[in-house]
C-alpha cells in the first residue's frame, strides 16, 4: 500500500515568503509495517513529469510492485502511477473527497450532506453507489450542484475500493494513515516561522521523517491496525503478486 498526501510549508523565494506544498510518500509493506519513502518539495504546479520522476527513484529504490495507491487527485499523479506500477490500483482518498464537498455546502448543512452521501461510499458495490449517487443527486443536485459534479469527476478514481471486501477498503480509503506523519511535521516546521530556501526544508522535513521512522512507538516503522485479516484477503485477491 502507498499513501501520497501533501502538507504545506513557507519558504523564502526571491524575497518573498511563499506557501510551497511538500508531498509525502508512506508505504506499507507485506508485514504491515509503515515506512516514511520521501518528502519532496513542489511549486503546486507539478504534473505527470514530476510524479513520474519521484515514482521512478521510490521504484529504483526497491519499491518493486505497489497493490493500491491512495491519493488526493493530484494533477498527473494517477497516470504517473499507472506508468511506473501498470497493475497498480489508484484510489482517490474518500475523505478528502467528502473535505472538498462539504466546501460547497453552507456551515448548517455539513452534517445533512456529509449523512446523505454515507450511503455512497459504504455501498456494497459500485452498482449500489450509482444508485446512491442518483439519490443524492435527486434529493440535493438542485441545491449542490457542485457537490454533484465533483463526484461525477471523480468516479472512476472513486470506485477501485468497492471491489473489495471491507477489511481491504478500510486500509485503503483514505489518506488518513499519513495525518498523523504530517501532524508531526507541521508541528516541527511551524516553530522555525518560515525557511531561508528549499534545502532548509527539505532537510528538515527529511531529518524529521527519519526520526519518525526509527523512534519506538512512532507513527511509522510500526503495526498497521487490522493487517494480519486484511493481508489474508488480499492474498485471496492478488495471489500471484504477494511474497510468500
Known sequence: MLYIDALVVKVRTSGTVVNRPAYLAVGVDVEGRKHVLGVWLGD???????????????????????LFVCCDGLKGLPDAIEATWPQASVQTCVVHLIRASTRYCSWKDRKKIAAALKPVY????????????????????????????????????????????PIIRKIGYTTNLVESVNYQMRKASKTRGHFPDDDAALKLLRLIARDITTSRGGAAGTGTWGWKEALNALAIHFPDRLPI
Do not use: M, Q
Not at 503546486?44 to 505497489?66: I, N
Not at 455501498?123 to 457542485?146: C, I, K, N, Q, W
Open 44 to 66: 503546486g504546479g507539478e504534473g505527470a513529469k514530476f510524479w513520474l520522476t519521484v515514482l521512478t527513484e521510490l521504484k529504483a529504490r526497491g519499491v518493486a510492485d505497489v
Open 122 to 165: 459504504t455501498a456494497l458495490s459500485v452498482e449500489a453507489a450509482t444508485d446512491a449517487l442518483d439519490t443524492f443527486e435527486l434529493e440535493h443536485g438542485d441545491r449542490y450542484p457542485a457537490i454533484v459534479a465533483l463526484w461525477r469527476t471523480s468516479w472512476e478514481r472513486f470506485i477501485p475500493f468497492l471491489a473489495y471486501p
